[in-house]
Antibody
Framework: EVQLVQSGAEVKKPGESLKISCKGS????????IGWVRQMPGKGLEWMGI????????RYSPSFQGQVTISADKSISTAYLQWSSLKASDTAMYYC???????????????WGQGTLVTVSS | DIQMTQSPSSLSASVGDRVTITCRAS??????LNWYQQKPGKAPKLLIY???SLQSGVPSRFSGSGSGTDFTLTISSLQPEDFATYYC?????????FGQGTKLEIK
């Protein structure tokens, strides 16, 4: 069974750093892209970026480039989303999701993590 | 970035109704259009990919159509469990942008 299990909720102060995780299981972790999606409170879905754990190829949305870092450790089948200096506006639910391909018809998020709620408040 | 615009933003309907949601892309995206359903407090769920292909396990009352810039999601006969928010997403080029969502509420 394919599963993406995300790390737990976080409460941080502005200026702090944070790294949240997404562990994949039940499939070949290095053969699928992992993406990150932001959902601010009461708002819609925003595509942040993706990483291919096989070779660490990473693509960012221009809206998030330089604001976050996406990485992966294929030895433990885990992808990460990190911030070096959080802002109150980073308060949101963050989802990871699996993307089978960027070049075939299979360009969709087929499995999703349960979400990680990040709250940034002084 | 390719902009995706859904209409309507919200919709009230009754069980048994036929409902159509529209999604328009700011440029041609061929058939690289996906639809997701999200219920409160839950992760989104893939319904339709490449405009009209039904994801495994999704009821056949859901269907999608369109190509180029204009797409539709149709629910042929609304069931109680279909009341949720629906998002389109283009996967023609990165970033794979989402529409703003359509909230489907019970009338």
């Amino acid at each position: 069974e394919v599963q993406l299990v995300q790390s737990g909720a976080e409460v941080k102060k502005p200026g702090e750093s944070l790294k949240i995780s997404c562990k994949g299981s039940g499939y070949s972790f290095t053969s699928y892209w992992i993406g990150w999606v932001r959902q601010m409170p009461g708002k819609g879905l925003e595509w942040m970026g993706i990483i291919y754990p096989g070779d660490s190829d990473t693509r960012y949305s221009p809206s998030f480039q330089g604001q976050v870092t996406i990485s992966a450790d294929k030895s433990i089948s885990t992808a990460y989303l990190q911030w070096s200096s959080l802002k109150a506006s980073d308060t949101a639910m963050y989802y990871c999701a699996r993307l089978p391909s960027l070049v075939s018809r299979l360009r969709y998020f087929d499995y999703w993590g349960q979400g990680t709620l990040v709250t940034v408040s002084s | 970035d390719i902009q995706m615009t859904q209409s309507p933003s919200s919709l009230s309907a009754s069980v048994g109704d036929r409902v159509t949601i529209t999604c328009r892309a700011s440029q041609s995206i061929s058939s690289y259009l996906n639809w997701y359903q999200q219920k409160p407090g839950k992760a989104p769920k893939l319904l339709i990919y490449v405009a009209s292909s039904l994801q495994s396990g999704v009821p056949s009352r859901f269907s999608g159509s369109g190509s180029g810039t204009d797409f539709t999601l149709t629910i042929s006969s609304l069931q109680p469990e279909d009341f949720a928010t629906y998002y389109c997403q283009q996967s023609y080029s990165t970033p794979h942008t989402f529409g703003q969502g359509t909230k489907l509420e019970i009338k």
